[in-house]
């Protein structure tokens, strides 16, 4: 059931009386209809009237409708405007430029622009590594989107993606110092994606694709990857594919089973269920079972893409058929990335003990997670309000801070590994309970730990 959250705050401004008894008033009329007041501030003092700011989190218009509604409905209580705040941090955009050198007088502009540019642009011209030292390129990545997969919502256009782009790239830059810009193509052709980030690479050190649907995001991205001599990584696929390695460790060592005796049922093959299976394989686990819309994934199905096909080769040893309810019979661990209810507590009682459920489907898990810890002994999900949040900002940050330090060319399956490897041990042995299978967002070690686990790797591609 949701729950009032900060994703939809809001600022109702209001005329009161000045009586003792107003703000109490006005703060029971909130949490009779279930809002959750987090500011009460007095904006302007009259004699005969106050005028203040009540902010409160809701869970969405309706609920705001009747917030509003049992303010105006006491006495002498005027509302007189309702902000969003949400919408108030985006006004004008989240980001900015901004110079990381002086320009006081003619000898910095000089030296900044022309005529002493010149020799810098000479220099690349002479040798086009140096960009990567006399440039941006060395710490700047192209966040690039055809906002076709914008979030869970579908496909919303170029225009409509930017605001999730633009906060992609303030986490870059606030959880390891990478300068990220978006990068929002009017276009949702492969060729003329792939040949957009062809012509924009020589100013990045790397890209991240980001909201691209399945199955082209698997062609684009193969297809830079040859083509660029800078990292590409869709993070849908890798970013998630890596936590979920992450907190699947971990949770593996609360319920004490090794990864090459279980059986897991992944439920979605699109962006992130592919990547998630192609990391899971790396482990050798006990068997794979992949499920999407149309069932269990097998040899014999008809009509699968190259994608689905690559996963039937490579999962299913019993060449199983069905429904994800028969894939759950007897499994250890549930992945879903998938879509919003699927089963419930009874199927989770069919799967093997000491289960292990990660319901990913945002906003809306597979399963409800309450309903998952009936019988699961580790459950996690996508969610915030949840303990065991699956977040890809544990991943992407620290991935590509270290390969920027790397100067890497390339990203390989290794460095996804090393980085899952990384965000697992920042759960000390004496942490992990099936509560705290990974580490919090604002963990500020995160970052530099897979960060140096990626360069280290990044190392080792470039020395083998
Ligand atoms: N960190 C996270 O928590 C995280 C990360 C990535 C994706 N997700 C979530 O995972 C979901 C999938 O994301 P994606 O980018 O891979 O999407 P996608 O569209 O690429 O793939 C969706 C997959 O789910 C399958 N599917 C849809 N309905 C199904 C059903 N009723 N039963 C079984 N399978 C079904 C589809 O066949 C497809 O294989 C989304 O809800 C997304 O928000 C969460």
């Known amino acids: 059931m949701p729950v009032p959250g900060p994703g939809y705050s809001i600022t109702v401004r209001l005329e009161a009386p000045p009586s003792a008894s107003a703000a109490g008033d006005m703060a029971s009329a909130v949490g009779r209809v279930g809002g959750v007041i987090t500011a009460f501030d007095v904006v302007e003092s009259h004699n005969d009237r106050v005028i203040v700011d009540i902010t409160c989190n809701a869970i969405g218009a309706n609920h705001v409708t009747d917030i509003t509604d049992a303010l105006a409905l006491l006495p002498g209580v005027k509302v007189r405007k309702i902000s969003d705040r949400t919408f108030l941090i985006h006004l004008g955009g989240k980001l900015e430029i901004a110079s990381k050198i002086p320009l006081r007088n003619r000898d910095d502009l000089s030296r900044a622009y022309t005529p002493g540019v010149a020799r810098v642009c000479q220099a690349i011209a002479a040798n086009p590594e140096d960009a990567r030292r006399l440039t941006i390129k060395r710490n700047t990545v192209a966040v690039v989107t055809d906002g076709s997969a914008v979030l869970g919502l579908g496909n919303l256009g170029p225009e409509a993606a930017l605001p999730v782009m633009e906060g992609k790239a303030v986490l870059f830059k606030k959880f390891a110092g990478v300068d990220a810009w978006p990068v929002c193509l009017d276009t949702q052709d492969t060729e003329e994606i792939i040949r957009a980030v062809e012509l924009i690479a020589p100013v990045y050190g790397g890209i991240n694709l980001e909201d691209i649907a399945a199955p082209r995001c698997f062609e684009i991205e193969a297809r830079l990857r040859e083509k660029l001599n800078i990292p590409v990584f869709h993070d849908d696929q890798h970013g998630t594919a890596i936590v ?60 699968m893409d190259p994608n689905l096909q690559w996963v039937a080769d490579n999962t299913n040893s019993g060449q199983v058929t069905g429904s994800l309810h028969d894939a759950l019979v007897g499994a250890d661990v549930f992945i879903g990335v ?35 810890q009936q019988h699961a002994a580790v459950v996690a999900t996508g969610r915030s309000d949840y303990p065991n949040q699956i977040n890809n900002v544990l991943a992407f940050p620290g991935v590509f801070r270290g390969l920027l330090d790397a100067n890497a060319k390339t990203i390989t399956d290794e460095m996804l590994v090393a980085a899952a490897g990384a965000i697992a041990d920042v759960v000390a042995p004496e942490r992990v309970n099936a509560s705290f299978i990974v580490p919090s967002v604002f963990d500020t070690t995160v970052a530099p730990a897979v960060a140096e686990a990626v360069r280290k790797a990044a190392g080792s591609a470039v020395a083998g």
């Open 244 to 303: 979920v390695l992450a907190a699947l460790r971990n949770a593996l060592r609360v319920v004490g089973k090794e990864i090459s005796d279980t059986k897991i049922a992944v439920c979605g093959v699109g962006a992130a269920g592919s990547a998630i299976i192609r990391l899971l394989l790396k482990q050798k686990p006990g068997d794979i079972i992949a499920v999407d819309v149309d069932g269990i994934v097998h040899p014999g199905r008809e009509g």
């Open 338 to 372: 998938s879509a919003p209810n699927l089963f419930g507590a009874e199927q989770v009682a069919t799967m093997a003990s000491d289960a292990i459920v990660f319901a990913l489907a945002n906003p809306d898990p597979e399963i409800d997670p309450l309903e998952a």
